[in-house]
């Protein structure tokens, strides 16, 4: 099977950085479409953003243009650089992966989740 594991998380400023990456392993010929979601307490997942196979992106509008996905395939690697954090960007976030066989999903992936605390 695939596995997911985050890493880069932590106490932050507000107007800091963090770059968080998550590790895929296992079967990682499967992977198509990534993303990175969060979760604050008492609160549903949300999405942040996704990035394809090919490199095209999507963003929520509360990180645009403060926040980057991008992925390295050959190690695959998924980022999220977080610049210009926000209090309101605290959250565990979770990185997220797609696997598919003959372009049909079949296998949705999460990671244990990174805790990311903004400091007002």
Same mark, same amino acid.
Do not use: H
């Given at each position: 099977?695939?596995?997911?594991?985050?890493?880069?998380?932590?106490?932050?400023?507000?107007?800091?950085?963090?770059?968080?990456? *998550? @590790?895929?392993?296992?079967?990682?010929? *499967?992977?198509?479409? +990534?993303?990175?979601?969060?979760?604050?307490?008492?609160?549903?997942?949300?999405?942040?953003?996704?990035? %394809?196979?090919?490199?095209? %992106? &999507?963003?929520?509008?509360?990180?645009?243009?403060?926040? %980057?996905?991008?992925?390295?395939?050959?190690?695959?690697?998924?980022?999220?650089? +977080?610049?210009?954090?926000?209090? #309101? &960007?605290?959250?565990?976030?979770? *990185?997220?992966?797609? *696997?598919?066989?003959?372009? @049909?999903?079949?296998? #949705? @992936?999460?990671?244990?989740?990174?805790? @990311?605390?903004?400091?007002?």
């Amino acid at each position: 099977q695939v596995q997911l594991e985050e890493s880069g998380g932590g106490l932050v400023q507000a107007g800091g950085s963090l770059r968080l990456s *998550c @590790v895929a392993s296992g079967d990682t010929i *499967c992977l198509s479409a +990534m993303g990175w979601y969060r979760q604050e307490p008492e609160k549903e997942r949300e999405l942040v953003a996704t990035i %394809t196979t090919g490199g095209t %992106t &999507d963003y929520a509008d509360s990180v645009k243009g403060r926040f %980057t996905i991008s992925r390295d395939n050959a190690k695959n690697t998924l980022y999220l650089q +977080m610049n210009s954090l926000k209090p #309101e &960007d605290t959250a565990v976030y979770y *990185c997220n992966a797609d *696997c598919e066989t003959q372009y @049909v999903k079949y296998l #949705e @992936v999460w990671g244990q989740g990174t805790q @990311v605390i903004v400091s007002s």
